[in-house]
């Protein structure tokens, strides 16, 4: 690890230890059990509550009997719709319709739309008595025959219309087909999943007068406190909200869900603070899924390979009370070139629970469908499956036309495939062996968009030598805490040690959701601006004061290294920080810096980092933005166990600039892994009477296990997009789901010489 | 939760008199299978007897292997005897649960886990497992997991245990005493009850009877035998089927075999008729196939667990040939 610099002579600080393997700064906390999750805030008189969820999918309540549990010892109290307060409706300008998460309000009157509805909270002394009080209470249901066959449901039931947006369409499609010299029109289907991250969604709320404080697992700190306060009719001021730790969410901690506002309620009934936590099997119904999707997919390319009609036609789901669907075709548009193009979306409401972005929402799904179809029509048209990829390259965005930002496809291909051997593939089916087994190799392309959200954030540098910089923003276990003190670290020139990162509380400044992949391309810019404003601030200190060294200097001539501000000409001639502050008599400078700041002001210090840097805040209207990499798979199958065993994984990716190479490659080990899950094993099934989820333990909802997964290769081309932001980094997350799941079906056709069109492939479908 | 009283029993007889004494009461070895119901509400215990602590031996007299009731399913597997004389045991345990899981699981409680039905697991809905005459929502639900064999139309649950298959392949022998001081010694394809009308019953155990211990006759061909089960990820998943095979060979020819199913029955499925179809025949693949379709013949399968007549005939084929090139 590069410690403390001390070449003043070094003018490129902003490399020192951004981008390196720095071990996770919050880690000992973890591994020590020091951390503190939602849950386990040791809050005092903490009381505890237990959900009450229906048991039907679609109904009416026409009784709760809550007496039996109520004289329970230890039962504080029951909330049901009988005695629930008012709650005001979550709508707003901002959360039309199509905001992720569910607009419903708890307890608000006695209709059940879905299975595992939240339709009452029972507190107790401890959770062992809440938790018995809950099954006490007995409910009589006038049960409705729910709706929640997608067929007929897109037949019968009411649709979402998610407008124009979702249903582009350019060229001729029809025309573009007849051109073609092979066609194929092949329907794909994905399952209802779960996230199942390792923490239970939890919160712990606790009230100071008319103050609220809430602790929740959540990806979002502004907008759970933004919901909760629309729901309780609370000023935002009045509302905190903290996440200091999430313990993984993948999409299910994005947005609002119904516990927090139960766990607010409850805590004002009983005048204590209340610790809700979800139980394993309230995860199944309590906070999302991945809607069920049947993707019916129409390629038509020419001679040359090249595609002349693409029709994407996705059927998917949302629920009663909410609006998120799961937009498939969206990456449809953007991945490679045509003239004529079609997507549709059609979207029924089902009695199922409103569904949320999980691991690349739409993106994941989409690439499935959209890959596995044109390896199918590569092999149709007798070409290699890259080599199709390459003539059908997208050298601008194919919608907007605009340029990109920064894409680097064609090498991620290249060197994936030379790194996995792909130049050796024999392209006959079945034609690969070893001993019994058969042996695919398939391949995938990989993207997903580089998106960066208003981000504010503020740095203080103490007189002690410490700093602390703050946004809040979160760490999902995804890093954020360790890159982001490397990059106020290397900014200031100080060791990571003097550097303290603080995030996960609404009470610092404004961060957006920690979802899309987004977090390290939107708050690493803010940090950088905040600790330069910060030191901008002592250098124009000293050098307005006389008994500094750099009294009367231009603070175009002051720079900072190590700590220290100092002449770049002459750099004996400056001072610490400490110094500085010292001298006048000051705890600390601070600065924040705000979304609306554009970029970094503060070119004295700006002007040493790399050259090359575009001192604005990118994401513009001039560019698409994306990531892209090249998935390149090896599965082995017995014939006659039909199991299949992924053997090799290699993958590039294009990524922009590389802020941490150990946690951008765990993100990509982790989204290779759901990638193998979504292919092969992950799957919620329904009742098909009840239409009620019937698997809800991670003994029967599968995951992959270490077994599952083999040796990982990535490889990153490190291409900075400084037009995304001045660090030139995008997100690394959702990237390397997109798209697995297709190479590992191409592997399996190559294996077999089966298609199988319905996720996932267990044994069974492989006979 | 219910309220429940907790006890370490000194001994066998004071485990078997504890619990003959309450109705409620139930033994409890490694927890793992017990636990999982309790905290689900499957199973509402009033009192719970240890008897985990009970000394575990393997030991071996005149060629029987004896396996004390809390030996730990990893004690088992990776025992020298096991592995030598009785691979499919070995390899049938390892293909189970998970490491931690064995640590705890014992002999005993392998044999009483309860199975896997996702109806059976959640109280909301009725079963008749779990409560008597209530309606099997499976028959008519999602029932891919479910059995193909020895089903009736009160229930269809498959029995989950690996190891099982392997002692059912073996003849083992359940060595029990009931609350009386009688001991009994119950040959394992009398242990586990088939459904019929009274699915809730599913062993030959009296409430209060112990199991002591669980002896494998010495059959020194099963030093050729192997388990292979087929599921639906590489570790700690279920079988979706599984087959537990030994066969004696004598130049071309198969003079003594032993298979038994796993996923497929309400029970451990042992199956004579493949067996009869391999004695005698020659060890090729032509006639593991032709024992293989015995083996399924008779198969009643549900609407989602159709796959299980030819994803076990395969699986039972290829276990067949992989003991068959071993030596
Ligand atoms: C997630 C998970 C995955 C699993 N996967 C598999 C798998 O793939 N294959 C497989 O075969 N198994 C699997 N198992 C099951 C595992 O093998 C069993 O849980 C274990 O063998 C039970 O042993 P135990 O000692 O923990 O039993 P306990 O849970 O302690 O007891 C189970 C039952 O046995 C009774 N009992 C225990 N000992 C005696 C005795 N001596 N006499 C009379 N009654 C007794 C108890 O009263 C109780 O009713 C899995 C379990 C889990 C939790
Ligand atoms: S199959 Fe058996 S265990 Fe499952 S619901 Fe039916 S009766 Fe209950």
Redesign the pocket.
Known sequence: MVTEMTSTQDRTNIQAKTGKNIDRVDGRLKVTGEACYSAEFPLEGIAHGYIIQSTIAKGTIEAIDTSQAEQLPGVLAILTHQNAPKLNSLKSKNFGGGYPGENFLPLQDNQVHFDGQHIGIVVAETYEQARLAASLIEINYDEAEPMFDLEQALEQSERYDPGERLQPSWGDIEGGLQQAAVTIEETYTTPLEHHNPMETSATTAEWHDDELTVYDSTQWVMGTRGMIARGLGLPEEKVRVISHFVGGGFGCKGFFWTHPLLAAIAARKVNRPVRLMLTRQQMFSSCGHRPRTVQKITLGADNEGKLTAIRHHTDTETSFVGDHAEPCGNITKMLYACPNMEIKHQIARTNTGTPTPMRGPGETSGTYALEAALDELAVKAGIDPMEFRIINHADRHPQSDKPWSSKHLIECYQRAADAFGWQNRDPRPGSMREGDDLIGWGMATATYPGYRFPTAAKAQILANGKVIVSSATHDLGTGTYTIMTQIAADTLGLPIERVKFELGDSKLPIASVSGGSSTAASVSPAVRSACEAACFKLIEMAIADNESPLHDYQAEEITTEAGRIFVKESPEIGETYEAVLQRHNLPLVEAEISPQDKGSRYKSIAARTKPGIVEDEGGSDEFAIHSFGAHFVEVRINPRRNQVKVSRVVGAFDVGRILNQKTARSQIYGGTIFGIGMALMEETLLDPHSGRVIIHN??DYHVPIQADIPEMETIFVEYPDYHLNPLGARGIGEIATAGIAAAVVNAIYHATGKRVRDLPITPDKLL | MKHFTYERASDRTDAITQVAANPQA???????????MWKEGV?TPERLID??KFPGEITVTDGTLRLD??T??SQVAYHSQVRDRYPVLSE??L????PQ??N???????????NRCSYFHDVSYPCNKRVPNSGCPAIEGINRMHAIFGTSDRCIAAH?????VALAALGAVVQ?RKPDGETRNIAFKDFHLLPGDTPHIETA?EHG????AVEIPPLPWAKRSHYL?V?DRHS????LVSAAVALEIEGDKIVNARVAMGGVGTKPWRSPEAENALIGAKNNEESFIAAASAALEGAKPYQYNVFKIELAQSTLVQALLTVNSEQ
């Open positions: 991670l003994a | 139930k033994f409890i070895a490694g927890g793992t299978n017990f636990m999982d199973e008897i985990r009731a809390t730990t399913n049938a345990i293909a189970g649960a998970s899981l064995r705890m699981a014992t002999t005993g409680g392998n044999l009483m886990q309860r989950p245990s690996d190891m099982c029990t155990l009877e112990l199991i002591e089960k599921r700690y998943a279920y079988a």
